[in-house]
């Protein structure tokens, strides 16, 4: 069985692939909810942005090894983030999924503002 450079076989990323498929919004709202544990393991000090249409904004913090999310007005100029992520439950699903975001971000349902590379 294929492994994923995680250890993992690959179950949970087929998962949410699925509930991207059958409920983008559920899909859309479990990854904010994991956002602490996937933010704990970005590089030191960095702070993003994540805009859902319809569901509310993040602000996302690396603490080194620990992270904070905190609600934030979405649309607001950018705080110190480095950038902001803006999209739909749906595209947010895919994406996180393992789809290619190259797709969403040529037809703007996938937006991104501030330090593109940091993105």
Do not use: C, H
């Not at 509930?19 to 702070?47: T, Y």
């Not at 942005?49 to 607001?76: F, I, N, P, Q």
């Amino acid at each position: 069985m294929a492994q994923n450079g995680d250890g993992s076989d690959g179950t949970a990323q087929r998962a949410l692939q699925r509930m991207a498929e059958s409920d983008p919004e559920l899909a859309a709202r479990l990854i904010v909810q994991s956002l602490p544990a996937a933010a704990a393991k970005l590089p030191d000090g960095l702070r993003y942005r994540l805009e859902l249409d319809g569901l509310g904004a993040w602000t996302v913090s690396s603490l080194g090894g620990r992270a904070k999310v905190a609600e934030v007005l979405a649309g607001a100029d950018l705080n110190g983030e480095a950038f902001a992520i803006s999209t739909d439950a749906e595209t947010l699903a895919r994406v996180a999924s393992g789809r290619n975001p190259v797709g969403p971000l040529a037809s703007g349902r996938l937006k991104l503002r501030g330090r593109r590379r940091k993105a």
